[in-house]
């Protein structure tokens, strides 16, 4: 059988070997180092903004100290957009609060302003005014930030924005990531770039900055005995994960030209296919990563569902994948309040993600393309 095309793999540029290498040579193998501090001042300079960066274990503990931050406890509510990966929402229960799930608006199938606004009059009607806003930037695709923010200006409740799948994308100009009163990247292996595992908590406020450093440390006092006046977590970036993660920012804008050629390739691919939408900007104030390439199917007008394409690219070894299945649709939060209509369950009922990597050659195209074609040719057949 032919190799795997994988949906999104580590891309390496080259330079991390150097930096992980410079690590073990000078012995900074700990949660600590100079690697750490350099990497938090790329992405910094490279958000621009004049925004400070803690980097972390991952992208999920940078929404639980977001959260934390912010003042989240046991018994508050947190709005969070449905459509997302589970992550965005399990930090609001580890905080013993409750989720109160948002549906999709059809064009950037991020959080819908509108729903949104029902939700918080609703709940403040209840006398439950949510804490605060978790808006994710989906596949890289940047929410609706200027009717968010409204809101959020407008009912003083503050937004974790989530950039873990948006590292590159941008906003009228405005790096996504920037936008939130709080901000997270994720640098997961199938990430844009990536630190083997890591994420970022974003914020213009270096007080909230040091506070995140404290907090991930253990939350260990100043004294010279370990003494600790707050919980604390295990959650800092090691020496030698942001050792990758320099290498990795030199090629990102690289990685997000590959990743927006992927996207052009899928158009291509899909435009004489009746009943096939790919997932695209709606505006030229959008600027996506395209992290994922996402298309919705039509059944009743391409002749085949998302599901069968799926299980056809299977078959040549060709990896994809449903969308998120919405949060308010999962076992886990069944109970919890939501807002919507069915933007999110049609989107995930018709929805698949395609290999997208900025590794994929000419040959996995070439499969690709032969795969789907073939497929719908007999399916319209």
């Avoid at 930096?19 to 900074?28: G, L, P, R, S």
């Avoid at 960066?53 to 709005?79: F, K, M, N, P, R």
């Avoid at 709080?182 to 994420?199: A, E, V």
């Avoid at 649709?329 to 919890?336: D, G, I, N, T, W």
Wanted: glycine share 8%.
């Amino acid at each position: 059988m032919k190799n795997k095309i994988w949906l999104s793999s580590p891309h390496m540029g080259g330079k991390e070997r150097a930096y992980v290498t410079e690590a073990f040579d000078t012995n900074w193998v700990a949660p600590l180092g100079p690697n750490v501090n350099a990497f938090e001042g790329a992405i910094s300079s490279y958000l621009k903004q004049d925004v400070h960066v803690a980097a972390l274990s991952s992208g999920t503990a940078g929404l639980h100290l977001g959260l934390i931050l912010l003042g989240v406890t046991s018994g508050d509510e947190v709005l969070c957009q449905s459509m997302t990966f589970s992550a965005s929402a399990n930090p609001i229960v580890y905080q013993g609060a409750t989720p109160v799930f948002i549906d999709s608006e059809p064009d950037t199938w991020n959080m819908c302003p509108v729903f949104l606004e029902q939700a918080i009059k609703d709940r403040i009607k209840l006398g439950k005014k949510p804490k605060a806003i978790i808006a994710v930037h989906l596949y890289g695709m940047p929410y609706n930030v200027e009717a968010i923010t409204a809101l959020s200006k407008k009912y003083d409740i503050a937004v974790l924005e989530d950039s873990a799948e948006a590292f590159g994308s941008s906003y009228k100009g405005q790096k996504c990531g920037t936008f939130g009163d709080i901000s997270i990247l994720s640098f997961n292996g199938n990430k844009i770039i990536t630190t083997s595992g890591g994420g970022a908590l974003v914020t213009k406020d270096v007080s909230l900055r040091d506070k995140a450093i404290f907090l991930a440390t253990q939350a260990r006092d100043q004294a010279p005995h370990y003494q600790h006046s707050s919980i604390g977590y295990n959650y800092r970036m090691s020496n030698i994960c942001a050792g990758i993660g320099r290498g990795q920012m030199q090629v990102l804008d690289a990685h997000v030209a590959l990743r927006r050629e992927m996207h052009d390739f899928y158009v291509q691919l899909f435009d004489k296919i009746p009943g096939v939408t790919v997932f695209n900007e709606n505006n030229p104030e959008l600027f996506s990563n395209h992290w994922l390439s996402c298309i919705v199917i039509d059944p009743s007008i391409a002749g085949f569902s998302s599901s069968s394409l799926r299980l056809e690219l299977e078959k040549s070894n060709i990896e994809s994948r449903p969308l998120w299945k919405p949060m308010h649709l999962q076992p886990v939060f069944e109970s919890s309040p939501y807002y919507g209509a069915t933007v999110s369950k049609d989107l995930f009922a018709n929805g698949l993600c395609l290999p997208s990597g900025s590794n994929l050659t000419s040959d996995d195209k070439t499969r690709i393309k032969t795969a789907i074609e073939n497929f719908c040719i007999n399916s319209s057949g």
